[in-house]
């Protein structure tokens, strides 16, 4: 079973930044759009941002001009850039791969629009 690999999470205060890492296995040529999703404990998996292969980002509107979503010029790594960090982030966050050789004009922010995942990293954020 492929899993990609998150880093980067960790405790911040409130209205500080972290940069979450994810790293998608070389293979990997056919996955056209990659997201970030968290997920609060007795909650749904929610999607945060995404990002297709020409660029093209999308976000939830909670984080919205405070989160960045991009990738290295290998495409082998996924970034989350969170700044203006609110408590309401805490939660376990996971980074995604689409479903191979699927395009999407935007994409998705859908948990079930997603193959592969990561085990997840915890990102807690104080007062």
């Known amino acids: 079973q492929v899993l990609l690999a998150e880093s980067g999470g960790g405790s911040a205060e409130a209205g500080g930044s972290l940069i979450l890492s994810c790293t998608l296995p070389?293979?990997?040529?056919?996955?056209?759009?990659m997201g970030w999703f968290r997920q609060c404990p007795g909650l749904e998996r929610e999607g945060v941002a995404a990002?297709?292969?020409?660029?093209?980002?999308i976000y939830a509107s909670s984080v919205k001009g405070r989160f960045t979503v991009s990738r290295d010029n290998t495409k082998t790594t996924l970034y989350l850039q969170m700044n203006s960090l609110k408590s309401e982030d805490t939660a376990m966050y996971y980074c995604?791969?689409?479903?191979?050789?699927?395009?999407?004009?935007?994409?998705?922010?859908?948990?079930?629009?997603?193959?592969?995942w990561g085990q997840g990293t915890q990102v807690t954020v104080s007062l």
């Open positions: 990002l297709a292969g020409d660029g093209r980002a």
């Open positions: 070389r293979n990997f040529t056919s996955i056209y759009y």
């Open positions: 995604a791969a689409g479903h191979p050789g699927k395009w999407a004009l935007v994409p998705p922010l859908s948990p079930s629009e997603y193959s592969y």
